[in-house]
Nanobody
């Protein structure tokens, strides 16, 4: 019922910027309860990057605070992640996720909510 397709991953130098996009195709009426970006580097556990709730409330992981910005365009059903001041430790596969149906996720928090739809990921590589 929901398809998420990420794009925008690339190889960049440290200090550079990228914007990731996640296009959403949904059979639900209305927008998601939550959407988020997650990342996983080889040999490491999946890490929460940023989430955004139906009401626009955002939350960020400590490693990306002040450098990354999550946003969504409800008219285009697209989620974005603007990444600035990239560091080599940001290198990972980045995944888009969503929780449907709206309006609120289990437990009321997008940061701790399970997500029931995931994209295939887009690779970000940052070289020093």
């Amino acid at each position: 019922q929901v398809q998420l397709v990420e794009s925008g991953g690339a190889s960049v130098q440290a200090g550079g910027s990228l914007r990731l996009s996640c296009a959403t195709v949904s059979g639900y009426t209305g927008s998601s309860a939550c959407m988020g970006w997650y990342r996983q580097a080889p040999g490491k556990e999946r890490e929460d990057v940023a989430t955004i709730a139906n009401d626009g409330f955002t939350a960020y992981g400590e490693p990306v605070k002040g450098r990354f910005t999550i946003s969504k365009d409800n008219t285009e059903n697209t989620l974005y992640l603007q990444m600035n001041s990239l560091k080599p430790e940001d290198t990972a596969m980045y995944f888009c996720a969503a929780f449907f149906p709206p309006p609120t996720p289990p437990g009321g928090s997008c940061w701790t909510s399970p997500y029931n739809y995931w994209g295939q990921g887009t690779q970000v590589t940052v070289s020093s």
